[in-house]
Every structure is written in C-alpha cells, then in structure tokens.
C-alpha cells in the first residue's frame, strides 16, 4: 500500500518518471502478493486519464473498481461516477453521466460529488440548474482528505459561473499551482492546477495572469481534450 500511495504523491507532483518507476516496483511485487493487483490497477486508473487513454480507464474501473479503503466515500459508486464522469467530460459527452451523478449527490454520504455534479450541469449546458444546486447545497470544501479535487472543481465552477469567489479559490489554489490535480489515491487525474488558476484569472479581468498560468500548464503533464 505504501508504494500505491507514493505513486499517488508522484502523480500530483507531475513526476511520471518516478510515477513509472514505482509501478514497475508494484509490477514485481505482485508476482509474490497477487492479492494487491487491485490496489495497483486502481492507482493505474488516474494514469490512464491524463494520458487521455479512456477505454483503458474505464476497463480498470470495470475490473478493479469493487476495492474499498475503510469507507464507502472510496467505494465502488465514487470512483465510478467519478473516473467515467472525467473521460465524458474530456470526450465532449457529459450529459450521459450528468442524471447518475446528480441523483448520487443529492444522497447525504455522496457530499463530496456535489461540486462535481455542480460542474457537470454547467458544462452540459445547464447554468441555471446548477446555480440553484449551489443554492441549495452551499460552496464550502473543508480541508479534508478530498479537498485537493474539489477545490480545483469548485474553481471551475467559479470560473464559468463567477460562484464561489473566484478570487478567495484563486487564493486558495495558487500555492499548487505546480501540482496535478488529482481524485484519491487514482480515481482521476486532470491535468496541472495552472489551468484551473488560468481560468479563474480571465474571470477575474486578469489577462497577464490567465497567460502566465496557459504557459506554465503547457509545460506540465495535461489529459488531451476533445
């Protein structure tokens, strides 16, 4: 378990090298503890959206997807709805998973998926509905195991729809501007923070910023969009 978690911290750093490198280690170590090989695909899963390969993720989630971590947060249906929600999204077909996650966040234990429901209306199209989402359901992320995902999906929100502050969530991001955005341990990754803080920039009237960060996301690892 400690080599998946390292790989997890690997990935939010952008260092696919070393990323690479501990996979290999995990890879020699199942020929002895096959009963990890769960643990493994599933920190695969993340890799496999940023490099854009999004049958591949989808066929981890599939096979490996029933694995929990002390919670039903991390079970079967978070990772789902979040894993294929990220490649709808990078596929231009959001509104194929948006009534699943919708349905799932309106559930008390599925808070967590709230800003991610959030931003699946707005960019299905749907701004309205997802301002009276906000409405109802409030922008607060505490500082918890799954805030360094949601408050880079809040700042989408906020940059499309100018709710939550988008200059309190700039704050709060800049000091990761470097990292990757990562779910959990390998349920997603979406590419460097510099191009949520790009966005929150333009919406906040700062052009030099908003290219300052476009140039510097460039340079770090990205999941291709459609």
């Not at 490198?21 to 890879?27: G, K, N, T, W």
């Not at 643990?39 to 999004?54: C, E, H, K, P, S």
């Not at 989630?61 to 990078?90: E, I, K, N, Q």
């Not at 309106?106 to 509905?129: D, T």
Request: with cysteine; hydrophobic share 40%; glycine share 8%.
């Amino acid at each position: 378990m400690a080599l998946v978690f390292l790989m997890s911290c690997l990935l939010r750093d952008g260092d696919l090298p070393g990323w690479d490198r501990e996979l290999a280690r995990c890879e020699t170590l199942l020929k002895e503890r096959p009963e990890l090989e769960s643990m493994v695909r599933i920190a695969q899963t993340a890799r496999a959206t940023l490099d854009g390969r999004w049958d591949d993720a989808e066929e981890l989630l599939t096979r490996y997807g029933d694995m929990r971590f002390g919670s039903t947060l991390w079970g079967r249906r978070f990772r789902h709805l979040v894993t294929t929600f990220t490649c709808r999204r990078a596929q231009g077909r959001v509104p194929e998973i948006l009534d699943e996650l919708l349905a799932a966040a309106g559930e008390p234990h599925f808070m967590p998926l709230r800003p991610v429901a959030v931003l699946a209306a707005v960019e299905a199209g749907r701004p309205e509905p997802a301002r009276r989402l906000i409405d109802r359901w409030g922008t607060h992320v505490p500082d918890d195991w799954v805030a360094d995902f949601l408050v880079p999906v809040c700042g989408l929100v906020a940059a499309h729809l100018g709710v939550p502050d988008p200059r309190e969530l700039y704050d709060r991001l800049a000091p990761y501007a470097d990292q990757l955005v990562v779910a959990g341990m390998g349920t997603a990754c979406w590419g460097p923070t510099h191009l949520v803080l790009e966005r929150l920039a333009r919406r906040l009237g700062d052009e030099n910023a908003a290219r300052a960060h476009a140039r510097a996301g460039l340079s770090r690892p990205c999941p291709p969009r459609s």
